[in-house]
């Protein structure tokens, strides 16, 4: 399932390969959100054409909709949206972070009202796990508790229990053919509780660990704290992902921490708000100061806009509310991210992922604010959906 091809010398970065049901993933690797089954603003063509490898969809979203009879009856997600390649499936676990307000935790899993109608459905362990099991995702995710960083000690180490606890259920559950199954970390930044959790779940022999209760409003300082108590109690020969990260910047970070997997809906969330992400940083293409600017978004880049738009033309299209603009800087954006991680593969490969990392950090600006202070995390560029 998972080959740990190479680890660089002056980091823990690794280079893997892992063979799921519908394909050979690359690692390090991004994988676009496709939440609704769609990653937003772009399709499966232009997803395949920028390298996108595998891809991420919602248990809790796509349960209520369309709804798995829709799905079951066209033969599983991959043939509903027509994706032929891998993709990996979130439990619905970040749901009992993000939408608190209209949920219960009981012992045996979480009772929701959804987000759409209000109306009332519970979400445990067995359930997360018999929709992956229609889904056919290649890698499905384990039931988890995911607490805010506000939440008390008392509160962290009530979710740790309850993951554990609901982890087991799910490894016992009916999974689909060849489907992997991966256990998530939590507990905070407590030096405890985080090795407890990781050990915990080692235990259960999962077939892959990701690092949850991540991006969910901490300081970055806390985010690679959380990372870097999870990572040594897990094991070298399975994959790690870390939920939910990051930027740019901070993805290289984190592979040079030892992970190798990463979601994240910056790409396409903050097109959605005007920004390009490039290997320097953030741009806000709508700005001003690109009204006369005739050259790319990002010098240098392969990807199919900056081959033939300029940020005068991108600005335009934004700021005359055309779906083309949000469309073309999405595109960008996910090419740029997919792009960064297969040049991180190269330089491990080479043995100079190091170099490369310092020149990162050298060169990447983030974006500032109105005011002119720099964001200590480019999430708040973020605002509105998935």
């Not at 660089?8 to 496709?34: E, F, N, Q």
């Not at 390298?51 to 079951?72: A, D, K």
């Not at 689909?176 to 915990?200: N, T, Y």
């Amino acid at each position: 399932m998972f080959e740990l091809l190479k680890t660089d010398s002056s980091s823990k970065a690794r280079l893997g390969r892992l063979t799921t049901a519908h394909g050979v993933i690359d690692t390090p690797v991004y994988m676009p959100v496709g939440t609704q089954a769609s990653v937003k603003a772009l399709d499966n063509r232009e997803l395949v054409e920028c390298g996108t490898q595998v891809i991420l969809g919602n248990t809790y979203h796509l349960f209520l909709r369309p709804g798995m009879e829709v799905i079951g009856a066209a033969g599983g997600l991959h043939r509903f949206m027509n994706w032929p390649a891998p993709i990996l499936t979130d439990s619905g676990g970040f749901q009992v972070f993000s939408l608190a307000k209209i949920r219960e935790i009981t012992h045996d899993g979480v009772a929701f009202r959804s987000h759409i109608d209000g109306s009332s459905f519970f979400l445990g362990p067995k359930e997360a796990m018999a929709i992956q099991l229609g889904l056919g995702s290649d890698i499905a995710m384990v039931f988890d508790e995911c607490p805010p960083h506000t939440a008390t000690p008392k509160e962290v180490k009530a979710a740790v229990e309850r993951t554990l606890r609901w982890a087991e259920v799910c490894r016992s559950q009916p999974r689909a053919e060849g489907q992997l199954v991966f256990g998530i970390v939590q507990g905070g930044v407590d030096p405890m509780l985080r090795p407890q959790c990781a050990s915990g779940l080692v235990e259960m022999d999962f077939d892959g660990y990701a690092i949850g209760g991540v991006s969910v409003g901490e300081p970055e300082a806390e985010m690679m704290r959380a990372v870097e108590l999870s990572e040594p109690c897990l094991p070298q020969n399975k994959p790690r992902y870390a939920m939910g990260l990051g930027t740019p910047a901070q993805m290289v970070e984190l592979i040079a921490r030892g992970v190798d997997m990463f979601d994240c809906v910056l790409p396409t969330r903050v097109a959605r708000n005007g920004t390009a992400y490039t290997r320097k940083g953030a741009i806000i293409i709508k700005a001003g100061y690109n009204k006369l600017d005739f050259g790319p978004v990002e010098e240098g880049c392969p990807c199919y806009v900056c081959q033939n738009f300029t940020r005068a033309y991108l600005r335009h299209l934004l700021n005359v509310d055309e779906i083309t603009g949000l469309k073309l800087l999405s595109l960008h954006n996910v090419h740029m991210y997919v792009r960064l991680m297969a040049d991180v593969r190269a330089h491990i490969a080479a043995g100079t992922f190091e170099e490369f990392r310092a020149e990162m950090a050298r060169n990447y600006v983030p974006a500032k604010r109105p005011n002119g202070q720099h964001h200590t995390q480019e999430i708040d560029l973020a605002n509105g959906g998935g």
